[in-house]
């Protein structure tokens, strides 16, 4: 027997435990369930969206998306975050989740998505390349702490 079909759908509450593993485990925060429940529950829905990836009732993938707009460019929705489990990745949730971004994007009348991706992950970036996306420009990233 297969595997059961990957499906999406917005992130709730009950998935902050799932979300905050492939946050830790996926892309190397160290997040906690408690972070993520404040998160979710204070989505904005008038400007992000966070999506889930299932198969059956297990939740392999997440995607966070928020609209924004700059004074030099038209509006786009740019990826915060974006992690498949390992065990599940090539099973297609990466690009069922991008997909569920970009319907969105047309909704709202963005322009494109942007996504950003840390310098050693090869493997995303090849995956961002197979789905249309383009690297446009070599970026450092910097952050003040407060």
Known sequence: MGRNPVSVREAVVSDCDAIAALCRDDL????TPELLQKRIV???KSR???FVATQGETVIG???AVYYETL???P???LLGLAVSEKYRRSGAGRALL?????WAHKIG???IRANSGATRQDAHIFYKVLGFTDEKPQIRFIKRL
């Open 28 to 31: 190397g925060y160290a997040c």
């Open 42 to 44: 204070a989505v904005d």
């Open 48 to 50: 992000e969206r966070v």
């Open 62 to 64: 997440f995607v966070h």
């Open 72 to 74: 030099y460019f038209e």
């Open 76 to 78: 786009l929705v740019n």
């Open 99 to 103: 997909s569920a971004v970009e319907d």
């Open 110 to 112: 963005a322009a494109g």
